[in-house]
């Protein structure tokens, strides 16, 4: 039994290590997304954001969000139906930096305090089983926002927030 222990407890302790540095790693393009994001700096936005994956998540949310509600069999089936216009419609309304700095004071990153670093923001990140990682708002929280290594860099592939944290500023 104890030859089998230490084995296990090498394992274990290994792919914590894995998970630890992937949170890091992904930590240091979180943190530019966080500037790019405070500065409405478009460019740095869209290098750390995978508007397809986004898009897909957006469009995903929306199905799920319709059927949840009380409506009727069909009119869920229509907004099924629609949900990936209105999701390439909505997306790029809502993808872009100055819609997410709503998610990003969600999270306690106000334009008053400055953006933690790299540590901080890898503490915070969650390692998720397929290699992905996310942000929560509580330490055992569901995710919020998802990142895929893509190209070289981490990036925004997912939002499983509330839809109604994604407003233009018009609308807040």
Known sequence: MRKLLIPLLLAATTLSACATAERLDAAGDVHDLLVAIRDNDRATFNNHVDRKALKASIESRLVREAQKTDMDDKLKALTALLAPTLADVAGDALIQPKVFRGVANYYGYTPDKPIPGRLAIGAALKAMPDGRVCATKKKDGPCVLIFTREDGAWK???????????RTKAAR
């Open 156 to 166: 925004l592939s997912g939002f499983e927030g509330d839809i109604s944290d994604l």
